[in-house]
């Protein structure tokens, strides 16, 4: 009987750990190294990754955000609550996370990353997939909504009943045990195929998943597609597709001026896609190979698919190569233009929302600025300061507030910087500012 009891106990005991990881709980009403931004199709909800990159806490976060109670903010912010002038900066709004913003939230592994929206049988919502590097895994939620179309919870595989911090259950990732490689980083999804494919920045692969299949699984793990660099690392960086043929690819190398083309067939041996190499263009300075220490980063198409932009952090520059094909229906990717940028650039992304035709946007991380620059005349036109450690942003349009919205990595904000009349200016921050360390 004594054995039976001290048995029961031991069991009560482990399960109960089970349930608690070791540490200090993340925040639920706070941006901690803020790593991607996803806004829904309806523009109802405003998604933000915290990467937890100091693990302070036990865990990251992901936070959906009621985006119309956020626009209309800053419409008016200094008649919120949660708001008052910026003491650092006067002229602009600094409002808190409250709870009035905060739809739902969860708790994830360390370094959470980026988001991508995926197809699914969902009557009540949608589903959304996003990069966890600490895991390592890729974890999917399926987001709840009401019959207007609000946020009402994420299930994470543990339902919506739980107070934060709700954990995602492992039947809602995907892990190295099931065929994930390392590391997992950057994503894209092509909604044709149905499949996602996964960077890695430690390992020169590109993961496949079938996000047809429920749950989704793996399909593929490519074969080593980057050259190594000069020390022997390598790795991914950005994906994006190729945007004149479908099911074709480019994908950055993170520790080279290397960009790799990839094509997606069908194998009728195994009845199923796959993902191939096609062809990979070692990138050259303007005036010539680029030196120890030249890393891709983002990229982005213009919007009629004739140049690829890309920056390349060192050098810190914005390089822009023609996409017309040659006589063999080969990209010619011939240097067309350079622009030299602010130190550690990494996304870049393209808008006609300020002159009324397409620039070019890129984040350049140390120096807390977004650059913004006209592809046409090779010059910058704008530099922008956002905030420490600018990582992703996004474009909205709203009668309220039109123009941008970043990620700041380095300090724990989200910033607004409005769009009116051909000028960029910033009008505030989201969150509470800190120093990386504080």
């Known amino acids: 009987m004594k054995k039976l009891l001290l048995t029961t106990i031991l069991l009560m005991t482990f399960t109960n750990c089970a349930k608690d990881i070791p540490g200090i709980n993340p925040p639920e009403l706070a941006f901690f190294y803020p790593t991607a931004l996803y806004l829904d199709s309806s523009e109802k909800t405003l998604f933000v990754t915290n990467g937890n990159s100091d693990l302070r806490y036990n865990g990251s976060t992901i936070l959906a ?12 912010p200094l008649t919120a609550g949660n708001c008052s002038a910026d003491p650092e900066n006067p002229s602009e709004f600094l409002c808190s996370l409250s709870d009035e913003l905060l739809r739902s939230s969860l708790r994830t592994g360390n370094f959470a990353g980026d988001i991508v929206h995926v ?47 709700r954990d995602c259950s492992s039947s809602n990732k995907i892990f190295i045990k099931d065929g994930l490689a390392s590391d997992p980083f950057k994503l894209y999804y092509d909604s044709d195929l149905e499949y996602v494919l996964v960077t890695h920045l430690s390992e020169p692969v590109i993961t496949v998943i079938d996000t047809l299949s429920e749950p989704p699984v793996v399909v593929q793990v490519t074969d080593d597609f980057f050259v190594p660099s000069t020390y022997g690392y390598t790795g991914g960086y950005e994906i994006i597709s190729a945007g004149t043929t479908k099911d074709e690819y480019f994908a950055t190398n993170a520790y080279g001026p290397e960009i790799v083309k990839l094509k997606m067939i069908y194998s009728e041996d195994d009845a199923a896609y796959k993902l191939i190499f096609s062809d990979n263009y070692y990138l050259q300075a303007p005036w010539g190979p680029f030196e120890i220490g030249a890393e891709a980063r983002g990229m982005a198409l213009s919007s009629e698919n004739k140049w690829m932009y890309t920056t390349v952090r060192n050098p810190p520059m914005l390089l822009i190569h023609d996409l017309e094909e040659n006589e063999y229906l080969e990209l010619s990717m011939n240097l067309q233009n350079y622009v030299e940028i602010p130190l550690q650039p990494s996304a870049v992304k393209t808008s006609d929302m300020a002159y009324g035709y397409e620039l070019v946007y890129i984040a350049n991380f140390s120096s807390g600025i977004l650059t913004v620059v006209d592809p046409v005349d090779g010059i910058i036109v704008d530099e922008i300061e956002c905030g420490s450690g600018p990582g992703d942003f996004i474009f909205v349009d709203f009668p309220e507030f039109r123009g941008i919205i970043t990620a700041n990595f380095g300090e724990g904000t989200l910033s607004f910087i409005k769009i009116e009349n051909g000028i960029h200016k910033r009008i505030g921050r989201l969150g509470t500012p800190q120093k990386i360390g504080s």
Request: glycine share 8%; proline share 3%; with cysteine.
């Open 119 to 165: 197809k699914s049988t969902l009557t009540d919502g949608y589903r959304l997939l996003f990069s966890v590097r600490g895991d390592p895994s890729i974890t999917w939620v399926d987001v709840k909504t009401d019959s207007e179309g609000n946020v009402t919870c994420m299930d994470c595989g543990n339902g919506c009943t739980d107070s934060f911090p």
């Open 65 to 76: 955000l009621d985006m119309e109670k956020i626009i209309s903010m800053t419409a008016d």
